[in-house]
């Protein structure tokens, strides 16, 4: 990153997966309003992804505060950002905005 430029914004979210008669359902409880599904739960998840992207890019255009909880502290962060998969349907997703 050269001088001037500033790092790119790491947030951190829970995608919740449930199963229906049509393939997967895929929800963001901290995003209001995202709702999302695939035919697989991997499809599922990738859609959440996506949508969990373009509702964050919304909210740092119209100079929202994000969500609380949802921002990673790069200077104390040990943890892996490969995405990580929590109990039976509950994933984590380490995600990267570019700076306003």
């Known amino acids: 990153m050269s001088k001037g430029e500033r790092a790119p914004i790491k947030l951190r979210i829970n995608i919740n997966v449930d199963s229906d008669e049509d393939g997967f359902h895929a929800y963001c409880p901290i995003l209001k309003g995202l709702h999302t599904c695939g035919n697989t739960e991997e499809e599922a998840v990738n859609n959440a992804v996506e949508a969990s992207l373009a ?10 505060p994000f969500p609380a909880g949802i921002l990673v ?8 950002t490969v995405p990580r998969r929590i109990g039976h349907h509950q994933h ?3 995600l990267e905005l570019a700076p306003a």
């Open 55 to 64: 509702y964050l890019e919304s909210i740092i255009k119209h100079g929202e």
């Open 73 to 80: 502290d790069q200077e104390k962060e040990v943890e892996e």
């Open 92 to 94: 984590v997703q380490t």
